[in-house]
């Protein structure tokens, strides 16, 4: 049973900071690529960040600069440290793995709330 448990979010005040984590379990996690999405209320989801099995990242740019995706193979955990949030940042996120395009497994999603 694959499972992927997102903690971490909550409420903060802009400009502040949080570390969102998820852990993986029923996968082999060094072979997947990890990712972190948001999906904002009435907007699509939307890809925030990656980071392959070598430890390459990639970001989109609306966050390039104040979020770090990063991955502990050996907790079987990818973190997403957000720094500098902005009310525009409120939104579910989502923790996603990927191998293959059937292998390919999601978070329930964790909160954040940023406040002005």
């Known amino acids: 049973q694959v499972q992927l448990v997102e903690s971490g979010g909550g409420l903060v005040q802009a400009g502040g900071s949080l570390r969102l984590s998820c852990a993986a379990s029923?996968?082999?996690?060094?072979?997947?690529?990890m990712g972190w999405y948001r999906q904002a209320p009435g907007k699509q989801r939307e890809l925030l960040a990656t980071?392959?099995?070598?430890?390459?990242?990639n970001y989109k740019d609306s966050v390039k600069g104040r979020y770090t995706i990063s991955r502990d193979n050996s907790r079987k955990t990818v973190y997403l440290q957000m720094d500098s949030l902005k009310p525009e940042d409120t939104a579910v996120y989502y923790c996603?793995?990927?191998?293959?395009?059937?292998?390919?497994?999601w978070g329930q999603g964790t909160q954040v709330t940023v406040s002005s």
């Open positions: 996603n793995a990927r191998y293959d395009s059937i292998r390919d497994f």
């Open positions: 980071i392959a099995t070598s430890g390459t990242t």
């Open positions: 029923g996968i082999n996690f060094s072979l997947y690529t």
